[in-house]
């Protein structure tokens, strides 16, 4: 949706929504459409030979509910849904975090993303910010995160971002990501969240072959 790059002086200058989030911080609302289709392990040798592009596997998949309000929560500044359904995938998958080489975060606004960095272990709290800072999560960094833009570029379809993103990490599992391709990508996480955190959605996934 939107293909701009933002400049630290434009972000700056942008006109607030809710002090201190301003108009770059939130998403914009947008329509779209994404599909995947998912086949049972007994057919993956049959579709996988006539398939041109690598088969994925679901390596692990966990939901986590939370309170709904922020303020009923102990601590409004830890995703607690994201970090627990996070532990289960990862248990699930029998890998962790470091061996994710994208990530697909939900971006809705700022915060969440370094909020988000910080539930899956990847900063210690109140430091998610600074893997932006000096890179680490850029296309060529360590931990690339939201390849295509994430919610901010490609806008917000709301229930359907969970889609998106999983469509997104296959293409860079698949080598289909063009410009923004990760080297060498295997493997890729996607984490959606709904009502700021109450419910969090977390895949594993991974090339097969």
Known sequence: ???????????AKAGMIC????????APDADGAAAVILIGADAVGAVGAKHASPLLRIAGSAVVTDAMAVHDRPDPLIFKSAKESAEKAFAQAGIGVSEM?????????TVFAALSLEALGLADRGKGWELAQNGGIS?????PISTFGGLKARGNPGGATGLYQVVEVAMQLRGEAGANQVANAKRGLTQSLASSGATAVTHVLERIG
Do not use: Q
């Open 1 to 11: 949706m939107f293909r701009n790059v933002i400049t630290p002086d434009a972000f």
């Open 19 to 26: 002090d201190p989030i301003n108009m770059f911080d939130s």
């Open 101 to 109: 080489n994208v990530i697909e975060l939900h971006d809705a606004y």
């Open 139 to 143: 296309l060529k960094g360590k931990t």
